[in-house]
């Protein structure tokens, strides 16, 4: 057996097994930063499932916090579901077959807040602090002419 090959492909294997036993977190997360920069208040879900036999995908207890008033939800949704054409989706179309969305309740209260902490501001490079001052230096150059 040649085990300089076999190793390699073990490790792809182990790696590609990863990815899809990790997809629905990653999912997750992706569209819960995605909804608090849409938002700008906290979005909460509770489970998100990708399927592949059919394609599919489901987002289980969507929280969506208000901005204006962090202890209310601006809504939930208890389940969305998309139900995607395979076939379509194979040649780079996406064509919905199914949606449901169930349980929609609007302005329903948190059991935590749902403000945003603010994100600590970086200090400025020494670099960037020069480029900066070298463009407004440019700046009132040309408004001198």
Same mark, same amino acid.
């Given at each position: 057996?040649?085990?300089?090959?076999?190793? =390699?492909?073990?490790?792809?294997? &182990?790696?590609?097994?990863?990815? !899809?036993?990790?997809?629905?977190?990653?999912?997750?997360? &992706?569209?819960?930063? @995605?909804? *608090?920069?849409?938002?700008?208040? %906290?979005?909460?879900? #509770? /489970?998100?499932?990708? &399927?592949?036999? =059919?394609?599919?995908?489901?987002?289980?207890?969507?929280?969506?916090?208000? #901005?204006?008033?962090?202890?209310?939800?601006?809504?939930?949704?208890?389940?969305?579901?998309?139900?995607?054409?395979?076939?379509?989706?194979?040649?780079?179309?996406?064509?919905? $077959? /199914?949606?449901?969305?169930?349980?929609?309740?609007?302005?329903?209260?948190?059991?935590?807040?749902?403000? !945003?902490?603010? /994100? =600590? %501001?970086? =200090?400025?490079? %020494?670099?960037?602090? $020069?480029? *900066? @001052?070298?463009? @407004?230096?440019?700046?009132?150059?040309? %408004?001198?002419?």
């Amino acid at each position: 057996m040649r085990w300089k090959y076999f190793v =390699p492909f073990l490790v792809g294997v &182990g790696l590609f097994l990863g990815l !899809i036993l990790s997809i629905d977190w990653w999912l997750k997360k &992706g569209l819960e930063s @995605a909804g *608090e920069a849409a938002f700008d208040a %906290k979005v909460d879900i #509770e /489970k998100v499932h990708l &399927g592949f036999f =059919p394609l599919s995908l489901r987002v289980q207890g969507l929280e969506v916090a208000d #901005e204006d008033a962090p202890m209310r939800n601006l809504f939930e949704i208890n389940q969305i579901q998309f139900v995607l054409n395979t076939h379509a989706a194979l040649q780079k179309k996406w064509v919905i $077959e /199914k949606m449901t969305v169930e349980g929609i309740s609007l302005d329903t209260p948190r059991k935590t807040s749902g403000k !945003i902490p603010p /994100k =600590p %501001k970086t =200090p400025k490079s %020494k670099v960037r602090l $020069e480029m *900066e @001052a070298a463009l @407004a230096s440019q700046l009132n150059q040309v %408004k001198a002419m």
